[in-house]
């Protein structure tokens, strides 16, 4: 059977599903940076800023469940205001869907209409399907940060990647 997912904006009625989300991934300890999801206050407040600042957020939902996410948030620093950074996650058993690359288009695509002109990521280096996305959606290779990454006493390289605008096409 196949399962229908939608693609919504970031909400706060769903913010504890985006939480289980988050720290499903993030106890993989193989995608993100952490290896448990943040606390369930701190996500709502994540998801009510976004919100808020109008940033870019996107869940993918399915029976009612977030079973990824895409969100870029802008840097507030002087100079960097143009600037998003890109986060995201698929949980395991809706990989190799397409829902990933859905997730991406629909936030790049409201990220740039708001005003972000550059969109930057990090991602580890054996996460070969997250690297190949993100230079079939247009990301560029602009470095690497060697043994960026220590777990379990192995390192791991962190490879840092961007898209301006100008260089976004949609698809959609």
Known sequence: MKEHVNIEFA??????????????????E??????KGPNRTGTRDFVREIIQKGWSQ???????????????TRYERAGLGHVGHLGMGVIQEFRGKG??????????????????????????????????LYLDMGFEWEGCKKRG??????????????LLRDAWTSGL
Do not use: P
């Open 58 to 72: 996107y869940y993918a939902v399915s029976d009612d469940r977030v079973v990824g996410w895409c969100d870029i």
């Open 99 to 132: 829902i990933g690359r859905k997730l991406l288009q629909v936030t790049l695509d409201d990220a740039f209409a708001k005003g972000v002109e550059r969109v930057e990521l990090e991602v580890f280096s054996s996460n070969a399907r997250a690297r190949a």
């Open 30 to 35: 193989k995608y993100l940076i952490f290896i």
């Open 11 to 28: 909400s706060e009625a769903r913010a504890d599903s985006f939480w289980s989300a988050l720290d499903e991934v993030a106890r993989e």
């Open 149 to 162: 990454r220590c777990h379990d006493g192995e390192y791991e390289d962190i490879v840092i990647m961007g």
